[in-house]
């Protein structure tokens, strides 16, 4: 990312996907397809890994998954 530097004592913006937007409710949808079970959304991440660069510099969302 040009313009930004990064140092072990920096940190990155959080982020956080509306759950409305299409793509949440695609999401979770799926996930509740794919596994027959509610999916339990946690909306907001947190800077420690550059989200932002996904969210806000190519604006696109980021939907993270556990198994």
Do not use: C, H, Q, Y
Not at 9 to 30: F, I, K, P, Y
Not at 40 to 67: C, H, M, Q, Y
């Amino acid at each position: 990312m040009a313009g930004r530097s990064w140092s072990p004592t920096s940190s990155v913006a959080a982020t956080r996907l509306d759950l409305e937007d299409g793509w949440g409710r695609w999401a979770l949808e799926s996930l509740r397809r794919a596994t027959d079970a509610k999916p339990a959304p946690l909306p907001n991440l947190s800077g420690t890994l550059s989200d932002d660069a996904f969210a806000e510099v190519l604006g696109r969302p980021k939907i993270w998954t556990s198994g």
